[in-house]
């Protein structure tokens, strides 16, 4: 059974920084991309930035320049490094890992940025 567990969110104010972290277990050989998600109150959930099991990345064009998605496979984490915040960044953040034909969430991490 696959699980997913993230930490790292927390209270930050606008400029700062936060790493999130998402670490797989399970019997996870390869998967085909893990990514992060979030989901602001009244909000659609939506893309943040992904990364293959090869390393190929892609981030969404409001984070780009600021967040950088990285993995370390021999661990099965995927970490998100997020510089200068803006308080629109605040959301619930969301590990999501697609293996195979499946795919799986995390519970989530609360991410709140004061202006």
């Known amino acids: 059974q696959v699980q997913l567990v993230e930490s790292g969110g927390g209270l930050v104010q606008a400029g700062g920084s936060l790493r999130l972290s998402c670490a797989a277990s399970?019997?996870?050989?390869?998967?085909?991309?893990m990514g992060w998600y979030r989901q602001a109150p009244g909000k659609l959930r939506e893309k943040v930035a992904s990364i293959t099991w090869g390393g190929l990345t892609n981030c969404a064009d409001s984070v780009k320049g600021r967040f950088t998605i990285s993995r370390d496979n021999s661990k099965n984490t995927v970490y998100l490094q997020m510089n200068s915040l803006k308080p629109e960044d605040t959301a619930i953040y969301y590990c999501?890992?697609?293996?195979?034909?499946?795919?799986?969430w995390g519970q989530g991490t609360q991410v709140t940025v004061s202006s």
């Open positions: 999501r890992l697609d293996v195979g034909a499946q795919y799986y």
């Open positions: 399970g019997s996870i050989f390869s998967f085909n991309f």
